[in-house]
């Protein structure tokens, strides 16, 4: 029988969480994010900085806020950098960030708390009151980013509204978008400038010739 595997790798200061965000031990998913390997991965991390790599499509709603409120409580500097993709669920891990930032191509979505349930009347109505109660709380995780007015927030969320990089950058749910090409520059070794400090150390001094002439036109 092949064992699942739990998606929460440590590297060093790096975490790396691909996958859904799930609890359940008995769902399909060969890859998943648990609060419970977040948390003892951050027992592990050396310093007082962590760098979280996200590539979530988002799940649990419960077991994301229990993983942000783990990274924030950490008293880490936490930084985000969203590698493919922060849906659903995983943008209440994005807002636990300190320092987010996402590749160009890296995409995101917010939207209000859904859910599966068969029921009565009342059930039903029950249900619907528990999402309102979903909303507010996810509310609070937008709030401490968002860079847009309270009815544009709940308006994207009532809507369930993907975001482009450029987009999340204008609304402030990252800081920050990693530009490949100037990265790679980045990694260039400078040029060095010896050459230039050894031509100019050997360059002849102007001055002494031209006060050569000078005292030979006054002989």
């Known amino acids: ?25 008995w769902e399909e998913y060969d890859e998943k994010i648990t609060a419970k390997e977040v948390r003892e991965a951050l027992g592990k991390v050396p310093g007082d900085k962590l760098t979280v790599h996200l590539n979530s499509p988002g799940g649990d709603a419960f077991e994301a806020n229990a993983i942000a409120n783990l990274l924030k409580s950490s008293k880490k500097h936490i930084t985000i950098i ?12 994005l807002c636990s960030g300190n320092e987010n930032l996402a590749y160009k191509n890296a995409m995101f979505l917010i939207h209000g708390a859904s859910t599966f349930i068969y029921g009565n ?4 109505r029950s249900a619907a009151d528990e999402l309102d109660i979903v909303d507010k709380a ?20 009532e809507k369930g509204t993907f975001f482009s ?9 990252i800081d920050k978008i990693i530009d490949q090409e100037e ?11 010896e050459e230039v400090v050894s031509a100019e150390a050997k360059a002849p001094d102007r001055s002494v ?3 050569l002439c000078k005292a030979w036109k006054e002989i």
Not at 165 to 173: R, W
Not at 185 to 191: H, N
Request: one cysteine or more; hydrophobic letters at 30%; a negative charge.
């Open 121 to 124: 009347a009342k059930e039903l």
């Open 209 to 211: 010739f031209e006060n």
């Open 183 to 193: 990265t790679a520059e980045d990694e260039k070794e400078p040029e060095s400038n």
């Open 1 to 25: 029988m092949n064992k699942k595997k739990i998606r929460c790798e440590l590297t060093g200061s790096d975490l790396y969480l691909y996958g859904p965000i799930n609890p359940m031990s």
């Open 82 to 93: 969203v590698e493919g993709i922060a849906a659903s669920g995983a943008t209440a891990i």
């Open 138 to 157: 996810q509310l609070e995780n937008y709030r401490t980013r968002w860079k847009g007015t309270d009815d544009e927030l709940n308006e994207q969320l």
């Open 165 to 173: 990089a450029d987009e999340a950058l204008k609304f402030g749910l």
